[in-house]
């Protein structure tokens, strides 16, 4: 069932024409034979941590990027933060120092006096009590039928990366319009590459700032919903 999503998204890249109906913008490389999607890969900076840390906040994202740019999610997003592995942790700790524990006694019942307390067991339950005491990064994939989105936040450093990419062409403004609007960005870096089976992919690069500018070589060219990405 999922090979016929996959083929349905692959004629539909290849024969854009077959959409022209919604009225959806192509470029003329959409329609060579070859072309096998476009990858829009973004380095964020942010001004502050707001939604950075938010398991929630990146679930809707992705389901408003597959609803907005028409893709077709195989599953829900999947979500989650880091440190997801505390519990693992805290468990080999504990396994440790249980076996210590018994080491210990059979080793004072032979008279035998010897410290078997590990020094770096207590650095490690230090560092996981102040692990969850913080907030800390989200990272999040939606697969589409037509491929996939994927968002890592480092809240520390006021930083999220973002790429997806689809056999289908979609438009980058849909986007880059709803990273705008989930996260108080200070900077978007941008790359937008068509990819093709047989050639070199075509790329380009510019910054979208916090006013919905977007900049070439640090110049504005015009606002978000005026600029068409593929001219640049």
Request: charged share 30%; net charge negative; hydrophobic share 40%.
């Amino acid at each position: 069932m999922r090979y016929g999503f996959f083929r349905a998204a692959w004629q539909d890249a290849r024969h854009p024409e077959s959409r022209a109906g919604k009225g959806e913008e192509r470029v003329e490389d959409a329609k060579r034979s070859d072309f096998v999607g476009r990858h829009l890969i973004i380095d964020a900076s942010t001004s502050n941590r707001r939604n950075l840390t938010s398991t929630d906040t990146v679930f809707t994202l992705l389901e408003a990027l597959a609803r907005n740019l028409d893709m077709t999610l195989v599953l829900p997003p999947i979500v989650f933060r880091y440190p997801f592995a505390n519990g693992e942790l805290s468990t080999f700790c504990d396994d440790i120092e249980v076996e210590l524990t018994a080491k210990a006694k059979d080793m004072a019942a032979n008279n035998q006096q010897v410290d078997l307390s590990l020094a770096p067991v207590r650095v490690m339950r230090e560092f996981l009590r102040k692990r969850q005491m913080e907030d800390s990064g989200v990272s999040g994939v939606s697969v589409w039928a037509e491929s996939h989105a994927a968002i890592h936040t480092w809240d520390e450093d006021n930083y999220y990366a973002f790429d997806a990419f689809s056999c289908k062409d979609f438009r980058p403004k849909e986007a880059l319009r709803l990273l705008l609007s989930h996260f108080d960005t200070d900077i978007l870096n941008c790359v937008n590459m068509l990819r093709f089976q047989r050639s070199l992919p075509r790329v380009s690069n510019f910054q979208v700032n916090e006013n919905w500018e977007v900049l070439v070589k640090g110049e504005v060219i015009g606002e978000l919903d005026s600029v068409n990405f593929d001219e640049i």
